[in-house]
């Protein structure tokens, strides 16, 4: 079994950074799928970024020229960088690992980052 413990949320004003941390244990994530995603009060769980292992990134479009993905294998820990953060970025992040060989989906508890305006 895979477990993920996200960190780094927290409040903050418009306009300030975060680095979110995802420390993954039980298996190397470096042969997955990895991603961040985002959901509000009152709203669906969104895809934010995903980064497959050989390097390609996916960001929606909301993030786009902001926030960056980024995977340490070494450390077996994944990365979100929020940049020029948003009233509207606010929301309970959750990291994300898919291992298509076997089809397993596993997910954090999630950190909650609130910008004020």
């Known amino acids: 079994q895979v477990q993920l413990e996200e960190s780094g949320g927290g409040l903050v004003e418009a306009g300030d950074s975060l680095r979110l941390s995802c420390a993954a244990s039980g298996r190397d994530i470096s042969t997955a799928v990895t991603g961040w995603y985002r959901q509000a009060p009152g709203k669906q769980r969104d895809l934010v970024a995903t980064?497959?292992?050989?390097?390609?990134?996916n960001l929606a479009d909301s993030v786009k020229g902001r926030f960056t993905i980024a995977r340490d294998n070494f450390k077996n820990t994944m990365y979100l960088q929020m940049n020029s953060l948003k009233p509207e970025d606010s929301a309970v992040y959750y990291c994300?690992?898919?291992?298509?060989?076997?089809?397993?989906?596993?997910w954090g508890k999630g950190t909650l980052v609130t910008v004020s305006s």
């Open positions: 980064l497959t292992t050989n390097g390609k990134v």
């Open positions: 994300n690992v898919n291992f298509p060989d076997s089809s397993m989906d596993y």
